[in-house]
Structure formats: C-alpha cells, structure tokens
C-alpha cells in the first residue's frame, strides 16, 4: 500500500510539472506575441481611432490570456506584486475621485489609458514576471523581431515609402527645410522612438544571451535598426535616453575583455564615419532641417511653461489627483496666461512627462509607486556593478525609458514595454510551490479572474463594435451618405465604452456637410445632427472648452446671441486664460451694441 501511494504522489507531481510547464510555456507565447502585437497593431481605414483602438483591444485580450495562464505558474511574483497591487489601488482611488469617471475609467480617445486598461496591462505585467529565464528569453525574441519590423518600417517612412499611412500627415513645413517625423506603427513620433528604446535593449539582451546564432544576429541587427530609425525620429528624449542606456548597459555588465572594447571602439568609429557621411549628404536634408529646428527651439517648445503650470494642477490635487486621462479637461483651469498667450491654440493632452503624470492623475501615491518601480529596477545594478548579460541589458533599457520618458508621458505600448522590462528586474528569486502560503482561497481567486476577464471582454467588444461604427460613419460621411452616416454613429454610441466619444468631431463634420447639401429636408437633419452632438461634446469631450466654443459657433449660425453668449462664458468658465472665445464674445457684445444703436 505503501508503495502504491509513493507511486501515486510521483505520477501527480510528474503531472503538475507537466502541467506548470505547459501554462509556463503558453504564459511565453501569450506574452510574446503580445509585447509584438501592441507596438504592431494599426488599422487605418478599419477603426476610426486606427493607430490606438487595436493597440487596447490587443492588450485587453492578452491580460484576460494572461489572468489565466499566469495563474497556473509555480514562480512568484515576490515583491514586484506588491508593487502592481499598490499601482492598481492608487489608480482605482483616482478614478473613484475622478473630476471625470467616465474618462479615469474607460481612458481618453487619445491613448485610450483609463483604469480598464491599466489592469489589463498590469495583470500582463504581473504574469511576465512569474516566468522563468528560459521563457523571458523567448518573450524577448518577439520583441526584438518587432523592433526589427518597427524599425524597418520607420526607416522607409523617413525616404517616403508608405503603404499604410499618408506621408504628408508626418512632414512638417515646407521646400528644402521639411522635416519628417516618422512614426512608425505607433501613430506619432515621440511615441515611437520611446517604444523603440525598449525594443533595441530586448534585442541587445537576445544577442547576448540566445544560445542560437540565428537569434543572435537579429538581435544585433534589430539593435542597429532600431538605434537608426530613433535617430531618424528627430526625438531628441528618446535619444537622450539611448545614449543614457547605452552607458547604464555597458556599466551594469560584466566587464568585456580588451579585445572586445577595441571591436567595439572600431565599429563606433566606422558608425560615426557612416553617420557624418549620411548627414551631409542629400539623403541627410531631412535631419539637417530637424538639427536647424532645433537650434531655432532648444528648450522643447512649451514643455519648461507647460511642467511648471502642471505642478499647480499637481498641488491643487496632491493626494488623490485629479483621476487617470484628465489632463486635457482639467489643465486649462490651471494654465498661465504666459503659456495661452505664446501658444494661444495649442492643445496640451499630457504634462510630457511620466511622473508629473503619475502625480496629476494618482496624486503622490501615484508618484510613489512609480519612482519605486525604478529605484527598485536599477538600484540593485548600480550596488552589484557586474550582472549578467540580459540583466544588464534589459537595466539599459529601464533606464532609456526613464530618461526618455522625462520629456513625454506613456502610452500603452511603450508602458507595457517599461512594466514588463521593470517586473524581469524587480521579481524576487523563485520560491518553491510548497512553501507559498495561500492568503487568498482559491474559490475567491477563481470568482475574481472570472469578475476581470468578463469585464476586459466586454471593454473589448464594445470599444472594438463602438469605433468600427465611427469608421463606417466617417466612410459614409466622406461619400456624402449623411442618413447612413447619422444611423452608423447612433450605433457607435450604442457601443460606446466609458469615455469613448466623438461628439465633437461628428457635430463639426455634419455642420459643414450641412452648408454643402442642396437638399432642404437633409440638409435640416443633418444641422439638427451637428447640435445635438455639439451639446453632448459639451459633456464628453476630453477638451470642453473646445466643445463649448464648436457650440457657440453652432449658435452664432442660428443667429442665437443669447444662445451663443452662453456657450462662450462656458467655453471661457472651462480654460479661463483662451483667448478666442473672449476675442469672440467681445464680437459678439460690439455687435450686439452696434445692432441696437442701428434699431434705435
């Protein structure tokens, strides 16, 4: 009897290892083809959101992959967990306070990064890390072969080839002082090369690690790439950030012997030589044009304005923020004259940097969480000094993101790339099954995967149903179809998510699809179309005084002065130091005056 039950527990525990090595290869798959896809994804002419919409339904989907296979591995999360956990409640608190919820929930169309999205990609993030070296290196292929393919695509955007994207939306001025930003997949190009940072040091870690020679060479050559196509973004962050990993990688790595330093100085010697070259030639003008951009704008614009404003909205929401993705709605309460008056229409969709949004919209929990994601990644690197190869690399590519992301804020894949990367440097040492105490019973565990896939399911579906009908009512819309166009809307707002909205956009494209239609009864449907979505933009738009000036218009059309005065102290209540709506209304007051002057 004895006997048969040690035969027993061995053919079980066989089993379970079976088992675990199936969700843990599974969990590397899911993971890879996940950090290759939401980069990837872009669906212009299918999603109206083309370049953010499949980016979210790819990571929604993974995270429900990822609730469920990270579950069934034996490795712990260790302390990193912990760290995911206090980033969800912090994110959770802001949204419950939110000056928007709907927004702090669902994201704005712009990034599409509310609470549902941060789960999603913090249970991604959560479940990477309970993989082994083995797994992590798979996951970092895909990445690499995605960085290979980003950056091949970047660098035919720069010399005009694309299939997919009009070049003219990605070129800035005109005659021989263009410039051109590619942006690869990602839509724009700060974005991109601040994604890519993470995809040169997943490469970097591939080269050396990768037992295979094939792997090693695309890893070198996705390196080189991607190195090249940052450059060639004219990003000055990201390349800021590049040369920052580049010196952490070569600091935290085992100390090269003096034959591969010299290899390394004469093929940056050769780079250089090829770079200076390629500047001067005529294939350079482009990066001549952005090197003269930035002589003329060294200090970025209105970033120096823009951070110093953003602390005042900072200090006005401290502990709890003012909740995820409403940066757009609530900065203009708090934006200078100074800042209005030297970019007087100048939309500010992010302070452009990650911890002054981590404390806008969590508060300084937010902000702690944060800070501690990276002190925790890089401060045990730079105390050990000599780590292992893909340690080192991927501490490079933590710190890339870091410095890049000082100039700009995160979007969804690039923070997946830095929470993934952070989760490999922060996880504790593997602890045996057996000795993990369960402090959640496995009945509740089960009830709250099955609570989180149901959500992020239904996110997916209605964001996926809800913008493919905007899709199909622009289509109508540019075919003149304004019926078709009113019935495909109605049914993106049946759809609709929370904070998913187009109102704006739609009330401005049928007011002036309204003044082309000869047809008198259309023509009434489709003006009555444009104030009904004008007034709700009024309610849902990320940037209300945007809306409420787009109304007042609307108004002032009608030859509704009352109508039109309102909308603009709104729009004037909603950004008080935007000067066209008081330019607007100071019209509207002589008019008005001059008017009764002429009746009288």
């Keep these: ?24 290869r599974a969990m590397a798959v899911l993971l890879g083809a996940l950090l290759a896809l939401a980069p990837l994804a872009i669906a212009p002419g299918y999603f109206f959101y083309f370049d953010v919409t499949p980016k979210i339904v790819a990571i929604a989907a993974g995270g429900i992959g990822a609730l ?50 941060w789960t999603a990609l913090l249970i991604v993030a959560w479940a990477s890390a309970r993989l082994d070296a083995g797994s992590r290196l798979h996951a970092l292929r895909w990445m690499a072969a995605a960085g290979l393919i980003a950056a091949a695509y970047g660098i035919l955007q720069y010399f005009g080839v694309d299939p997919v994207l009009p070049a003219r939306a990605y070129h800035v001025g005109e005659g021989e002082w263009t410039i051109v930003r590619p942006p690869g997949p990602l839509g724009y190009a700060t974005y ?76 940056a010697a050769v780079a250089a030589l090829a770079a200076g070259l390629f500047y001067y030639s005529p294939a350079g003008l482009k990066l001549r044009a952005r090197a003269r951009w930035y002589r003329e704008d060294p200090l970025g614009g209105a970033r120096l304005i823009l951070w110093k404003d953003g602390l005042r909205l900072c200090a006005a929401h401290a502990w709890t923020g003012a909740g995820p993705e409403t940066f757009a709605t609530v900065f203009p309460l708090f934006q200078s004259a100074q ?62 993101m870091t410095v890049a992301h000082q100039f700009a804020c995160f979007v969804a894949p690039t923070a997946l790339v830095f929470w993934v990367t952070a989760s490999w440097l922060i996880v504790t040492p593997a602890m045996p099954a057996a000795a993990r105490p369960r402090k959640i019973p496995r009945p509740l565990r089960s009830a709250a995967a099955v609570v989180l896939s149901a959500i992020l399911a239904w996110f997916c579906a209605g964001l996926w149903k809800a913008d493919r009908a905007l899709a199909r009512s622009r289509k109508a819309l540019d075919a003149g179809d304004l019926r078709e166009a009113a019935r495909e809307y109605r049914a993106s707002l049946d759809w609709a998510p929370p904070g998913f909205s187009a109102d704006l956009w739609y009330s401005r ?25 004008g007034a709700r933009a009024t309610t849902t738009a990320e940037d209300r005084q945007n809306a409420w000036y787009s109304l007042a218009m609307l108004r002032a059309a009608q030859n509704d002065a009352a109508g039109t005065e309102r909308a603009l102290r709104a729009a004037m209540a909603a950004a008080p130091t935007w000067l066209k709506p008081q330019q607007a209304l100071h019209k509207l007051q002589r008019a008005n005056i001059h008017g009764g002057a002429m009746q009288k």
Aim: charge should be positive.
């Design 68 to 117: 469920w296979l990270g579950r069934g591995s034996p490795r712990p999360a260790g302390r990193f967990a912990a760290l995911a956990a206090l980033q969800w409640i912090t994110l959770a608190a802001a949204t419950a306070l939110s000056l928007s919820p709907a927004l702090s929930l669902g994201g704005s169309n712009w990034r599409r990064m509310g609470l549902i999205t």
């Design 339 to 400: 800042l209005s008056a030297r970019y007087p229409d100048f939309y500010h969709e992010s302070p452009h940097n990650m911890f002054l949004d981590a404390l806008a919209s969590q508060g300084v929990p937010g902000l702690a969480v944060l800070a501690a994601v990276v002190v925790l990644g890089l401060g045990p690197l730079v105390r050990r000094g000599s780590v292992q190869p893909v340690t080192a690399a991927l501490g490079g590519g933590l710190a890339a």
């Design 192 to 267: 991109f090369a601040n994604w890519l940072l993470g995809a040169v040091f997943a490469a970097l870690a591939v080269a050396a690690a990768d037992a295979r020679r094939g792997w090693r060479a695309a890893g070198f050559t996705a390196a080189a790439l991607g190195a090249v196509a940052i450059v060639w973004s004219g990003t000055r962050g990201a390349m800021l950030g590049l040369a920052a990993g580049a010196v952490f990688w070569l600091a935290a790595g085992r100390r090269p012997s003096a034959r591969w330093w010299k290899r390394t100085a004469a093929l």
């Design 1 to 24: 009897m004895a006997e048969q039950k040690a035969g027993g527990t061995f053919y079980k525990d066989r089993a379970g290892a079976h088992l675990r090595g199936c969700y843990r």
């Design 509 to 533: 494209s049928m007011a002036r699809a309204a003044r082309q239609v000869p047809d008198l009864p259309l023509r009434l449907m489709a003006w009555q179309e444009a104030l009904d979505a």
